[in-house]
């Protein structure tokens, strides 16, 4: 016994089936587990410490950190703070920031930290925007005399080397006073 089928009634199985091949196909194809980080900034934070007893200061100086060489503010008149989180530059293997510290007295003075670090380009996937991250390397500073503004850097140590999307501190400033 064979079964014919009428022309239409072919047609709109063909069509049923292509419907369903196509959806399968592209059901499996366009659904794809993309795992970008939600916060992709790469910063490096910096703590700030009393020098004197090694503990967490909160800044009642203003602080504003600046690169040198550019008229870029990446903090700007920062007060009560404890810490703070900047940039690093992706193609360059040293940064310097200048950190100017000022008080309600009128007194300000600007100190240099020097952040040497390497750069490591970093892909999560090709649907994710490339970060790159840095491993710290070295730090230096020279500071201002404390008759010029009674808060200066005293000591700079690296707390964890490694700048990626971690928000936690990289560097500890310690700071030395005459006030305190």
Same mark, same amino acid.
């Given at each position: 016994?064979? =079964?014919?089928?009428?022309?239409?009634?072919?047609?709109?199985?063909?069509?049923?089936?292509?419907l369903l +091949?196509?959806?399968?196909?592209?059901?499996?194809?366009?659904?794809?587990?993309?795992?970008c980080p +939600?916060?992709?900034?790469?910063?490096?934070?910096?703590? +700030?410490?009393?020098?004197?007893?090694?503990?967490?200061?909160?800044?009642?100086?203003?602080? #504003?950190?600046?690169?040198?060489?550019? %008229? #870029?503010?990446?903090?700007?008149?920062?007060?009560? =703070?404890?810490?703070?989180?900047?940039?690093?530059?992706?193609?360059?293997?040293?940064?310097? +920031?200048?950190?100017?510290?000022?008080?309600?007295?009128?007194?300000?003075?600007?100190?240099?930290?020097?952040?040497?670090? #390497?750069?490591?380009?970093?892909?999560?996937? =090709?649907?994710?925007?490339?970060?790159?991250?840095?491993?710290?390397?070295?730090?230096?500073?020279?500071?201002?005399?404390?008759?010029?503004?009674?808060?200066?850097? %005293?000591?700079?140590? =690296?707390?964890?080397?490694?700048?990626?999307?971690?928000?936690?501190?990289?560097?500890?400033?310690?700071?030395?006073?005459?006030?305190?």
């Amino acid at each position: 016994m064979t =079964i014919r089928l009428k022309r239409k009634s072919s047609r709109y199985l063909l069509s049923l089936w292509t419907l369903l +091949l196509l959806t399968l196909m592209g059901g499996t194809t366009a659904c794809t587990e993309v795992d970008c980080p +939600l916060d992709n900034v790469v910063e490096m934070g910096i703590g +700030l410490y009393e020098a004197e007893t090694q503990q967490a200061l909160t800044l009642a100086d203003t602080l #504003t950190v600046r690169p040198a060489g550019k %008229d #870029t503010i990446l903090l700007n008149r920062a007060q009560n =703070i404890t810490v703070c989180y900047l940039p690093l530059r992706q193609g360059f293997e040293r940064d310097t +920031l200048l950190l100017r510290f000022s008080n309600a007295a009128g007194q300000a003075a600007t100190d240099t930290l020097f952040v040497g670090h #390497t750069n490591a380009p970093h892909f999560e996937s =090709i649907d994710c925007p490339a970060s790159v991250f840095h491993k710290i390397t070295s730090v230096a500073h020279p500071q201002h005399p404390l008759s010029q503004m009674p808060l200066t850097i %005293d000591s700079v140590a =690296i707390a964890n080397p490694t700048v990626n999307y971690d928000n936690i501190q990289h560097l500890k400033i310690y700071l030395r006073s005459t006030a305190r």
